[in-house]
Nanobody, 124 residues
């Protein structure tokens, strides 16, 4: 049973920073790509950032490029999302997800396991 647990969400003012964490368990973490997605009220879930199995390849949505950084610590079986220069439009529930393979993807249907989500609210 694969489990992913996000933490680190909260309320922050525009321009501030948050660091999300996602702890995993249940299978060999280092063999799989990981991703962060988000869903705002009334909107579809969207890709935020992804990282391949080794951490050597990352991908970001244009809306967060240069502000967010995804990383992973395979020894701690955890991934992170450092979010800087936050904007009100970043407000959403953020989900981490584990892919079915080694390669980063922006397609949510290629991620088989999801966390429960953590709320990020950015006030103006």
């Amino acid at each position: 049973q694969v489990q992913l647990v996000e933490s680190g969400g909260g309320l922050v003012q525009a321009g501030g920073s948050l660091r999300l964490s996602c702890a995993t368990s249940g299978r060999t973490f280092s063999r799989y790509a990981m991703g962060w997605f988000r869903q705002a009220p009334g909107k579809e879930r969207e890709f935020v950032a992804g990282i391949n199995w080794s951490g050597g390849i990352t991908d970001y949505a244009d809306s967060v490029k240069g502000r967010f950084t995804i990383s992973r610590d395979n020894a701690k079986i955890t991934i992170y999302l450092q979010m800087n220069s936050l904007k009100p439009e970043d407000t959403a529930v953020y989900y981490c997800a584990e892919a079915g393979g080694l390669v980063v993807s922006r397609l949510p249907q290629l991620y088989g396991y999801w966390g429960q989500g953590t709320q990020v609210t950015v006030s103006s």
